[in-house]
């Protein structure tokens, strides 16, 4: 089976621009998750996505917005991007389960806000 | 809430043992363990469900101590390939034990193995 896919890989915005990067989960699976990682943060969850419903949401401010559609692939929108949302995004899909399934994670997108 | 893994970084020779610990101030449904190589993504280890059962893969092992609400990750006779940063998530559970439904990653531990 193929993997999780995310495109694009890397992206340079400026401040204020606003960006969409997209998902693609695993053949089968439904759930999507996305997170932030940086050196000082960490992995912070942004939100889960599940039969095109946003499932469960992080504490991040309403400018990171995301969606799914029938296929499953999900997109997360960031606007009024600012320097500190530079990071690489993950995004992961999984078979929903009672819990949280296994979390197969894409290669993630590299984002460089200047 | 955010797991406390420690220590924040481990250095080790070809053969020597690890643990990494996980703890959390919350009850738990369930502990993840991933490795991130650097430059990759995060991949899965093993999960852990309450209960407080063990696992292994291969020399590596966990267990699930779910009244302390901790976990620890244990490396056995390492090789250059386990050299990585390993993180904990941890999937919160409601008072009635059902699931949060989402994980929350510790800050991760650096394990560096040399030949």
């Known amino acids: 089976k193929a993997g999780v896919t995310q495109t694009p890989r890397y992206l340079i915005k400026t401040r204020g621009q606003q960006v969409t990067l997209s998902c693609s989960p695993i053949s089968g699976h439904r759930s999507v998750s996305w997170y932030q990682q940086t050196p000082g943060q960490g992995l912070q969850f942004l939100f889960e996505y599940f039969s095109e419903t946003q499932r469960n949401k992080g504490n991040f401010p309403g400018r990171f917005s995301g969606r799914q559609f029938s296929n499953s692939r999900s997109e997360m929108n960031v606007s009024t991007l600012e320097l500190g949302d530079s990071a690489l995004y993950l995004c992961?899909?999984?078979?929903?389960?009672?819990?949280?399934?296994?979390?197969?994670f894409g290669p993630g997108t590299r984002l460089l806000v200047l | 809430q955010q797991p406390v893994q420690s220590p924040q970084a481990v250095i080790l020779r070809e053969g020597e043992d690890a643990v990494i610990n996980c703890s959390s101030s919350k009850a738990l449904y369930s502990v993840h363990w991933y490795r991130q190589k650097h430059g990759e993504a995060p991949v899965f280890l093993m999960i852990l469900l309450k209960g407080g059962e063990q696992k292994g893969h291969d020399k590596i092992s966990a267990s699930f101590n779910e009244k302390k609400q901790q976990s620890s990750l244990y490396l056995t006779a390492s090789q250059l390939s386990y050299s990585g940063t390993y993180f904990c998530g941890t999937e919160g559970a409601h008072a009635g034990g059902t699931s949060y439904g989402k994980l929350t990653f510790g800050q991760g531990t650096i394990l560096t193995v040399h030949p």
């Open positions: 992961a899909s999984s078979l929903p389960g009672q819990g949280t399934e296994t979390q197969y």
